[in-house]
């Protein structure tokens, strides 16, 4: 399916900054790994972001979002469901759980008010993570889903290279240089997951678990993860 203006239009909506879902107030670790100085500079950041697009945990949360698109899509409730308690369990620190289910909350509240249609689909899944949120609202409005994968990705990059300017500290050009170089790997990843499997469905990302642990107890923090 081709995406047109309207579903573009749709899609910039639903990955936009400005959608009041508080993706801002989290950093996923990076605060942590800004603090012990392993990420210091904009190659660092670089560095962080290319393994994570290729092995890490984001790869999954895409994957299961592609599932909860195509679950919206049929109108499986079960398997929705299903799939939303499978990525609340491989969740590996109480922080990334929360942030996930903090976000998918607020936007899928907000997305039963602008489209009170979902709103048996949204009472049955109930608290819901994020990717399942961003899956049911992107099928609804029938947002081509390889440009779903890629907002969703897109929106997840730009997130944290826009704490990596605040933390590290990094200049506004750098960010965007940043957002440029990495776009060949958001397509790439994109491809990736598209063709995954279910029992591929695996990741590794412990670095980010272990900075993501040790932010729970760090003693100045700007950010909730």
Not at 86 to 100: H, I, K, P, Q
Not at 152 to 166: D, M, P, Q
Request: glycine share 4%.
């Amino acid at each position: 399916m081709d995406i047109t203006d309207s579903h573009l239009l749709c899609l910039l909506q639903l990955a936009s900054p400005a959608l009041p879902v508080g993706a801002y107030s989290y950093s996923e670790g990076l605060e942590t790994l800004v603090e012990n100085n392993v990420i210091n500079n904009q190659e660092s950041l670089q560095h962080w972001l290319k393994a994570e697009l290729r092995y890490g945990a984001i790869r999954l949360e895409a994957a299961v979002m592609v599932r909860a698109y195509n679950c919206a899509k049929m109108n499986d409730l079960e398997a929705l469901s299903r799939w939303n308690m499978w990525l609340s369990a491989v969740r590996e620190t109480e922080e990334l759980r929360n942030s996930s289910l903090q976000m998918g909350r607020s936007l899928i509240q907000l997305f039963a008010k602008l489209q009170p249609q979902i709103k048996p689909i949204a009472d049955a899944v109930g608290n819901c993570n994020y990717a399942i949120a961003f899956g049911i609202a992107a099928a609804y409005w029938n947002i081509n889903i390889q440009a779903a994968i890629l907002g969703y990705l897109h929106s997840w990059v730009s997130n944290l290279i826009t704490a990596g300017v605040k933390l590290i500290p990094l200049g506004q050009t750098a960010g965007q240089q940043l957002l440029l170089n990495l776009q060949p790997l958001i397509n790439d990843a994109t491809a990736s997951i598209l063709a995954l499997e279910d029992d591929n469905l695996s990741c590794c990302s412990w670095g980010l678990s272990l900075a993501s642990m040790a932010h729970e107890t760090q003693y100045t923090r700007l950010f909730r993860s």
